[in-house]
């Protein structure tokens, strides 16, 4: 099944949607409820206009663009996506308050909306129907590893770049002593927690930190956390522009007009 390369194409496809879907989902739910404290429902509202595009986008373009270029339509649902996560990053910044996702969060709807309406007509068209069962399963394996993956590495480099520039902040700043750097590097080598700054602040307040270095600190981590959201975003944003190459095996006319393998 997998020498079809318009069924490659298409669970590719899948594969990297929900990489870039997964990793945005975690990462944007973070600075909403951490980083700005934001309630669950308060952050679940800053997600709806998602929610909102991506149906109008699903159900819109097979209803009123049906002869559409699935090929065409995957690689604007991409571009939209990683659109929307570099809006994101230009204006994720200290002091950015959660208004800031609202237009990012519409274009990725749209993007994932997109997809959403072509990959599985292309997936499932693109083999005989006593298969269609068998392209089900690999379409879902697919969805979730790239769900796993993506989920993983937004998390893992949004980690990595938090504790460098965490680090990074503290020995250059002059309000933080030089014992209270070293002590800071030693407990936390393992990694700086994805933390607010009311939990840190009195995390420092119950280790008797002194006032104006407890403030450097939690101001140190405050821009570590931006920095960790976007570094994590550019490499979600890069991998959307992979996938937009990667969708050359989708096939350029819709399967009720030129057949499964017409690409």
Sequence with gaps: MLRAPV???GLTAFFFQYLVQAGLFFSVPLFLSVALGLSAIAT??????LSITLLLAAVGIPRFF??????????????ALFAGIVILIGLLDVGAGPEIITWPMLLAGLGIGALASQLGSVTVSSVPDEQSGEVGGLQNTLSNLGASVGTALAGAVLMSALTTSFFTGIVGNPDVPPE??????VELSGGIPFVSDAQLDQALDDAGVPEDTAQAVVDENEQAR??????ALAVLALLALVALGA?????TRQPSVSGADEG
């Design 7 to 9: 069924l490659r194409g």
């Design 180 to 185: 209270a750097t070293e002590q800071a590097q």
């Design 44 to 49: 679940g509202v800053r997600l709806l206009p």
């Design 66 to 79: 049906p002869q559409a270029s699935p090929r065409l339509v995957v690689r604007a649902g991409f571009a």
């Design 247 to 251: 969708a050359s095996s989708i096939p």
């Design 226 to 231: 931006i920095n960790g959201l976007r570094a």
